[in-house]
């Protein structure tokens, strides 16, 4: 396997060499570490690599050189090697032109000379990038391959599955492909029957259920234990935040997720005003990286959907889809939103053939050169068009509104602004979906009239719906299924009949003692990354005192 490519690039001969050194003092076993004296040289070594296929991981750049700057340099780099890691190498006074760089050349960090020790101001910082490059990266393997139909529902939520659970594979699109025909004859595999996964040791699962498939791929579907002092229901930002602090703290905690880590903040393709993150992080590295630290602490994770939940004295069940049960003294309600659905013709028939709900970053590269409509104008709309116009001819943004102001936030509206091939058309309604096997058309209604416009790809973020409908009667809801806490809970100054206890409830305590909410789906919550995570830390301090009545 072809080892990554780290390339540091600088005029200065002596800069140049001391940068070298110490990236291969550190990195040489797992990378390859080139340089080049200018701007202009590095660009020709990119390409050179580029049509060998050689992967790049890093690269790092002297700011100030003649002839071709550092910015100008990590710019044009990004047309050849969009994935690799940009860091600036800069000197005190251009600071400036740095952040500036942040959105010019999409540069993922910048170091100020000098870096010295190494140790503490060079390879922390990129140790953390390259950790993130290696997470997306796929090199080339012969392991486990998903063969199906870009138009099928299926096929699409099983690459979905893998994709965000940080699961390598290569699709194999069926769809008029004779190597494929001839690999499922070899397997005697139905190819009517897809999709269709192969692992390594030449076995297959067929059009495979979430459960089956995550117990395939190595990861945990049934919980180790029977009882745990804390069940978190939901790992987006809020349950992962809850595992953190629950398990550092000493908590037997356990996890249960449907899906993958992140939950739909983990399928948002960028991220860029959360806390500490100058150049912005995706939602799947953000996930990744909590789930590791969770994991690292002890917290235990399954893939599981909660199905119900039921009380017995001081002691709270979770049933899970398979059946099973796991006892806590304390649950922690964070299972997130989940995007509407389009109530208009052709849409439920169309989902997962062209209709998609969120971000499904896995349809993202198949949509090269083709007309893509997103539908919404929140934030994670904003974020999914950005994302899709690095490869489709033209994104459309469609909004009902008279524009983006009332409901995204600035620093978006301000890159969609600056991306050519984002069209916003404003007071526009999808009103149908049209085609037989796939998504050919939609139908909109505009000030001027309706029309029909073709389309193989839209997706939709119009507003979220909580899943609560499986808790019990005795968890209060407001109307629209968002789980009530703490002050929330009182009626004309009175808490609710079902309350017993002396005390008041926690801030995030629901209406039953001891089970708690954070995040989305807590009513009232403000609809954030940030938040959510400061709800789920601060939900485990209420679960500590709750515990401590014991």
């Not at 001969?13 to 550190?26: H, I, M, T, Y």
């Not at 170091?111 to 993130?132: F, Q, V």
């Not at 397997?187 to 459960?211: I, K, S, W, Y």
């Not at 052709?346 to 083709?370: F, M, N, P, S, W």
């Amino acid at each position: 396997m072809k080892r990554p490519i780290l390339l540091a690039v600088d005029d200065d001969p002596n800069v140049l060499e001391a940068v070298v050194q110490d990236l291969r003092r550190q990195y040489a076993a797992t990378y390859r570490v080139l340089r080049a004296g200018s701007g202009p040289a590095a660009l020709e070594t990119l390409n050179q690599l580029r049509a060998r296929e050689e992967p790049v991981a890093l690269l790092l750049s002297d700011q100030r050189m003649p002839g071709m700057s550092g910015v100008e340099f990590l710019e044009r780099a990004q047309e050849l090697y969009p994935e690799a890691r940009r860091v600036l190498l800069t000197a005190y006074a251009d600071t400036e032109a740095a952040i500036r760089a942040i959105n010019s050349a999409r540069i993922h960090y910048y170091l100020t000379k000098p870096w010295d020790p190494p140790e503490e101001k060079l390879y922390p910082a990129l140790n953390d990038l390259l950790e993130d490059w290696q997470a997306a990266y796929r090199p080339e393997f012969e392991g486990l391959r998903v063969i199906g139909h870009r138009w099928s529902l299926k096929d699409h939520q099983v690459r979905t599955f893998l994709s965000r659970n940080h699961v390598p594979y290569r699709w194999l699109n069926a769809a008029g492909n004779e190597e494929v025909e001839k690999l499922l004859k070899d397997r005697q595999l139905d190819q009517n029957r897809l999709p269709v996964v192969l692992f390594e040791d030449g076995t297959a699962l067929v059009d495979p259920e979430p459960e089956a498939l995550a117990a395939r791929v190595g990861l945990r579907v049934q919980a180790a234990q029977e009882f745990y002092d804390l069940v978190v229901v939901g790992a987006g930002p809020a349950g992962l935040a809850a595992a953190v602090y629950g398990a550092s703290e000493g908590l037997k905690t356990l996890v249960v997720e449907p899906e993958a880590p992140g939950g739909q903040a983990g399928s948002t393709s960028r991220i860029e005003n959360y806390l500490g993150f100058p150049s912005g992080l995706t939602g799947a590295d953000l996930a990744r990286r909590a789930h590791i630290q969770a994991c690292r602490f002890g917290a235990e994770f399954v893939v599981q959907r909660a199905t119900a939940l039921r009380l017995d004295g001081q002691y709270r069940f979770v049933q899970m889809a398979d059946g099973r049960e796991v006892s806590t003294h304390a649950v922690l309600l964070a299972p997130g939103v989940q995007y509407r659905k389009l109530g208009i013709p052709g849409a439920e028939r169309l989902t997962g053939r062209g209709i998609y709900y969120g971000a499904a970053l896995v349809e993202a590269v198949a949509c090269k050169d083709e007309e893509v409509f997103v539908v919404g104008g929140a934030n994670s709309a904003g974020q999914a068009a950005l994302h899709f116009a690095q490869y489709a001819r033209n994104v459309t943004m469609l909004v009902r509104g008279a524009g983006l102001s009332a409901s995204m936030s600035k620093y978006l509206i301000d890159e969609i602004g600056r991306t050519s091939n984002i069209k916003l058309e404003a007071r526009t309604e999808v009103l149908e979906a049209r085609g037989d096997e796939r998504l050919e058309a939609i139908r909109v209604r505009t000030p001027e009239g309706e029309k029909e416009v073709p389309a193989s790809s839209l997706f939709v973020f119009i507003g979220a719906a909580p899943g609560t409908a499986w808790l019990p009667e005795c968890v209060l809801r407001d109307r629209k299924g968002f789980v009530l806490a703490g002050p929330d809970l009182r009626s004309d100054g009175k808490l609710p009949d079902g309350w017993h206890e002396e005390r008041q409830p926690f801030l995030l305590e629901s209406s039953v003692p001891g089970i708690f909410v954070a995040g989305d789906v807590r009513h009232g919550s403000v609809k954030r990354v940030a938040s959510a995570v400061g709800e789920g830390s601060i939900a485990v301090q209420f679960v500590h005192q709750y515990l401590a009545g014991f």
